[in-house]
């Protein structure tokens, strides 16, 4: 009988046992899918540990020869047009824009604009079009630059799409960059940015846009063979809005062309301290990636050093930075067996995108 008066009591622990497995197997899955999702928002070289598209080995040579490698020092040409478009290139303010952006990454150092100015003027050159493999390695040599960027408009279209309870018009332009090695006078990377810009517009039967922006209150929707056009207004503005996010690509996709690169100072499978700091651009929440460089690699014929052999043993992601130092976590290990030590190299990697 006793048996039975406790058998609710036995019933109820069972259930409250199952319940709190279920919770505890949803808690183990929900967290699962969160690692998940973090690492697929991590850049592709941290999450794979991988070095970053187009590596040279160029620097690692550097550094292990103790060179001294510096924040690369940038000349900004302005840039030209290869498309006719509605409005002056100067109106766009590409080259502040451009110096802006890669002031912001903390990677670059800019020759100033006054001086450029000058040297320019000396040499005759106006834009980005008067630029040759000669004279690009004379002005790198007269300012001291490390490389000289020109630049020109690829691309600069505008065009107006009906959402049945509105129109959008859409201005969209793209630039694509060169980074001219002043030492050589050859191209060293070419990037693509581009941007664009949308604006709402309501408009009334007769096309007249009711609704908007106020500079497009004297405007016109106008429709011929199924295409629909703007009249009556400047788009200056949205082109502009335009250039400033096709910039901001350009200068991201620089950034993680040069990446920064130094020493382990101390670390483990946790943590890690390098030798990268504020004064080469380290910023706190920037990632790296971790590498153990092996015997030198010697080209059969020449017999020259035209690499190291490598390994990317782990990734991580900077939480504190000081002027000559930054204290990091690692994100990934690749083997525990393999954690982070003194005198391993770390290279920075963009977390925006990767380089193509």
């Given at each position: ?95 502040d ?43 790198g ?92 207004v400047?788009m ?8 400033k ?9 620089l ?6 690169i ?9 943590k ?85």
């Amino acid at each position: 009988m006793k048996i039975f008066k406790l058998l609710p009591v036995i019933l109820l622990v069972i259930f409250l046992i199952g319940c709190k497995s279920t919770k505890d197997e949803k808690e183990d899955t929900n967290q699962n899918n969160s690692t998940e999702n973090q690492n697929s928002n991590l850049p592709k070289e941290v999450n794979d540990l991988t070095l970053p598209d187009g590596w040279s080995d160029d620097v690692l040579l550097k550094i292990a020869n103790e060179e001294n490698v510096n924040k690369p020092l940038m000349a900004i040409i302005d840039f030209e047009s290869n498309v006719n478009i509605a409005l002056n290139v100067n109106d766009l303010g590409i080259t502040d824009m451009l110096t802006t952006a890669m002031f912001n990454t903390g990677k670059f150092e800019l020759v100033e604009r006054s001086r450029l100015a000058t040297v320019l003027k000396e040499q005759k050159i106006a834009n980005s079009d008067d630029f040759t493999s000669g004279n690009a390695a004379r002005i790198g040599e007269l300012l001291g630059a490390d490389y000289i960027l020109t630049g020109k408009i690829t691309s600069a279209i505008r065009d107006v799409q009906d959402k049945y309870s509105h129109y959008e018009l859409n201005a969209s332009i793209t630039f694509n960059l060169s980074a001219i090695d002043s030492s050589t006078g050859k191209i060293f990377k070419s990037v693509e940015g581009t941007g664009a810009d949308s604006t709402i517009l309501v408009v009334d039967d007769r096309g007249n846009v009711i609704k908007g922006p106020a500079e497009f209150r004297a405007a016109r929707v106008e429709t011929q063979g199924g295409t629909y056009t703007i009249v009556g207004v400047d788009m200056s503005k949205q082109f502009v809005g335009a250039t400033k996010k096709a910039i901001e690509n350009i200068a991201s996709k620089l950034e993680a062309t040069f990446p920064l690169i130094g020493y382990v100072l101390t670390g483990d499978g946790t943590k890690i301290m390098t030798d990268v700091g504020s004064k080469r651009g380290a910023k706190k929440d920037d990632y790296f990636i971790v590498i153990r460089l092996g015997k030198d690699i010697v080209h059969p014929a020449t017999k020259k050093v035209i690499g190291k052999e490598k390994t990317v043993i782990a990734s991580g992601i900077i939480e504190s930075v000081g002027e000559t130092e930054s204290n990091a976590k690692i994100i990934k290990l690749k083997d525990p067996a393999m954690a982070p030590q003194s005198g391993d190299v770390v290279i920075s990697i963009s977390g925006k995108f990767n380089v193509k």
